[in-house]
């Protein structure tokens, strides 16, 4: 199957500080991410959706200026998450999309909030 | 809104068949998707049905009814390492990806 790489695989930042996740699809043109959040023992969330070159559609409840994301490339996609706080604490994990039905994942990003 | 109901846990021995049903109630379909996720990693890719009837993979079969909201994903011989979360995923109109709570299933000897 295609190959999603997410980076970092586990951040640890300090209140108020701001992290960037990156997701790249290394052997295919994602035309649409997704982005995911999973606290433990829950289910995945879908944050929003981003399409290359656009605005990223983001789900009810999800703020949009909290969490920026970036489709600038067929092959990247980042989120930001801006201000940290520890309840922002959570497992991010991001999709791909290209042509083909299923999405594939990256790896995960931990992320912990001190 | 988007409802996808999983049961929370299941409980399987070695070698026997189980099934995880799943109901949905979604906006758009696109198709449903199954997949497996084990503890602090990213769930990975089992099973797709776009149309109804039932789709045969290896140990795995999946399966869904469009006009019942309903999809049941089946494991047959069941291993050890079979125990993870099992993961409903419904495409919806707009090519999202919408979760079921997942299941998680224990495999005991």
């Known amino acids: 199957g295609a190959v999603v790489s997410q980076h970092p695989s586990r951040v640890i930042c300090k209140s108020g500080t701001s992290v960037k996740i990156e997701c790249r699809s290394l052997?295919?043109?994602?035309?649409?991410m997704f982005w995911y959040r999973q606290f433990p023992k829950q289910s995945l969330m879908l944050m929003a959706t981003?399409?290359?070159?656009?605005?990223?559609?983001?789900e009810q409840g999800v703020e949009k200026d909290k969490f920026l994301i970036n489709h600038a490339s067929l092959t990247l996609s980042t989120l930001t998450v801006t201000s940290a706080h520890p309840e922002d604490s959570s497992f991010y994990i991001c999709?791909?999309?290209?042509?083909?039905?299923?999405?594939?994942f990256g790896q995960g990003t931990r992320l912990t909030v001190v | 809104g988007q409802n996808i109901d999983q049961p929370t846990e299941m409980t399987a021995t070695e070698g026997a068949i189980v099934q995880i049903n799943c109901t949905y109630q979604?906006?758009?379909?696109?198709?449903l998707f199954w997949y497996q996720q084990h503890a602090g990693e990213a769930p990975t890719f089992l099973s797709y049905?776009?149309?109804?009837g039932l789709e045969e993979k290896g140990r795995f079969s999946s399966f869904l009814s469009r006009s019942k909201g309903y999809s049941y994903l089946l494991l047959k011989e069941l291993q050890m390492k079979d125990s993870a979360s099992y993961l409903c995923?419904?495409?919806?109109?707009?090519?999202?990806?919408?979760f079921g709570t997942g299941t998680s299933l224990t495999v005991i000897p």
């Open positions: 981003s399409n290359e070159g656009s605005k990223a559609t983001y």
């Open positions: 049905n776009v149309l109804d």
């Open positions: 995923a419904v495409k919806g109109s707009g090519n999202q990806f919408y």
């Open positions: 999709s791909a999309r290209g042509g083909l039905s299923e999405a594939f």
């Open positions: 979604t906006s758009g379909f696109n198709g």
């Open positions: 052997d295919f043109q994602a035309t649409t």
